[in-house]
């Protein structure tokens, strides 16, 4: 996942790695007496960090966002070493008054027989847990993982794992105040460009049998704008060559550092999507600066493979559908005409604008789409303001943390209410009605 906030938590990491018997402390001003703590283990993050494959950076983000929130709210974060030979102990576990692990966090527990508390506990699972997949080794709804109930699992994306909790990512800054159109700030720099969704591109390479339209859809964007991807040259996957391979036009760069790939987003019209990576939250933060986003809607919805859930997925980011156009787009990558006039009713509004000396030269200009508001695209382009801006915002992200917080509560047989009904004999003995 490409996101401009990674960073954050790299850096929290880097720290970590230098500790073996003490940990770090985020102090938010009280005393460290009498501060609440808060035992933060991104045990998955640790095994991936550093190594040469692709490790989700949305989960990076996530976790980053998760130990700044905490610390907005008081806490003194606890953020556990990076060790694999070191785990919490009882003790720590009994010093502190919520945990955040995840699955292998609690795996790692279970090996040494010190399990993170049920009461206290909540782990980070990005695509959610549904409880429909019972046996698996790994993640199945089998003891010990169904001492944590489904509303414990923390997911990335809102409103797709319905058991679960959503917690998401602190991807762009608040709602901008009201403004006239004279108090707007002034339009960024902004070219006709697309910035193409990812770092890695395996999926555009024919030989890795993904589907066809993947590598079909950058070729259909490119005949409507200049598109620029910022590529890991040194991937596994040969990212670089299949891009070079599929569609010779696009210009390849650099991973670029957060503060330059926040001002590449802003200084494009476009994040275009292929299909994956999925739910990447960097299409929030595009949005957020002011950028519309294009993502396609997969041919027949996909059931993951190797993930907790067997809920179908319908799209690159499903939140991304309940964003109305003409902001985000999600389109049939399989129809190219209809392709084509989201392009034009884009460049209608880009040229609305921005004027038509911003697009290609050359091109008869588009009339805008019925309903399409020039003050409202001005107040994008200028501020990011869209709706359901808020659920990616810092101040939703905050309300979710403290949310989490107050629900930290000994655990009831009621928290297990829709597992009862469908594998009872899993849950432990607290789950079971008096």
């Known amino acids: 996942m490409e996101t401009a906030t990674t960073p954050g938590l790299c850096m929290c990491l880097a720290t970590a790695t230098t500790t073996t018997t003490t940990v770090n402390h985020a102090r938010a001003g009280a005393s460290h007496e009498d501060m609440s703590k808060a035992l933060v283990w991104p045990y998955a ?15 990076y983000s996530q976790w980053a966002d998760l130990c700044a929130a905490l610390a907005t709210l008081g806490f003194e974060v606890i953020l556990f070493p990076m060790n694999a030979k070191v785990f919490p102990t009882q003790g720590l576990y009994d010093s502190v008054h919520i945990i955040f692990t995840d699955y292998n966090g609690v795996h790692a527990g279970k090996s040494k027989k010190c399990l993170p508390p049920a009461d206290k506990t909540w782990l980070l699972d990005t695509f959610g847990t549904d409880g429909t997949v019972l046996q698996h080794e790994f993640f199945g709804r089998i003891p010990p993982l169904t001492n944590y109930p489904l509303e414990r699992f923390l997911t990335l994306v809102p409103g797709y794992g319905q058991r ?19 108090s707007l700030p002034g339009l960024p720099p902004r070219q006709w460009r697309c910035v193409l969704w990812s770092k890695v591109q395996p999926w555009l ?37 299949a891009i070079k391979d599929c569609c010779p036009d696009v210009e390849i760069r650099d991973v670029a550092s957060p503060e330059g790939f926040q001002e590449l987003l802003r200084s494009s019209a476009v994040y275009v999507g292929v299909g994956e990576p999925l739910i990447a939250p960097s299409c929030f933060e595009a949005l957020g600066l002011g950028t519309h986003v294009v993502q396609p809607r997969f041919p027949e ?11 179908a997925w ?32 884009l460049r209608a509004n880009f040229e609305a604008v921005y004027g038509r000396q911003a697009t290609a030269p050359g091109v008869a200009p588009s009339a805008l789409a019925p309903g399409d508001d020039v003050p409202a695209l001005r107040r994008f382009y200028a501020t990011g303001d869209h709706p359901a801006r808020e659920q990616y915002a810092i101040a939703g992200f905050l309300k979710r943390a403290a949310r989490i917080v107050r629900r930290t ?6 928290d297990w209410a829709w597992e009862q009904q469908d594998h009872p004999q899993s849950l432990p003995d607290v789950s079971r009605p008096a």
């Open 45 to 59: 993050a640790y095994l991936h960090f550093g190594v040469k494959r692709v490790w989700s950076l949305g989960e």
């Open 205 to 241: 390479s024919e030989k890795n049998g993904f589907p066809a339209y993947h590598w079909q859809l950058l070729r259909e964007y490119s005949k409507h704008c200049q598109v620029i991807a910022t590529i890991d040259r040194k991937d596994t996957y040969g990212s670089e060559q």
């Open 164 to 182: 679960n909790t959503f917690l998401g990512v602190a991807a762009v800054a608040g709602r901008p105040p009201a403004s006239t159109a004279e």
């Open 409 to 414: 509560q000994p655990l009831r047989a009621e």
């Open 301 to 311: 919805p996909r059931v993951l493979k190797n993930k907790p859930t067997t809920q």
């Open 314 to 345: 319908t799209s690159q980011h499903p939140f991304l559908e309940e964003v109305p156009e003409p902001f985000a787009f999600t389109v049939d990558p399989l129809d190219h005409v209809a392709l084509a006039a989201v392009f034009g009713r």
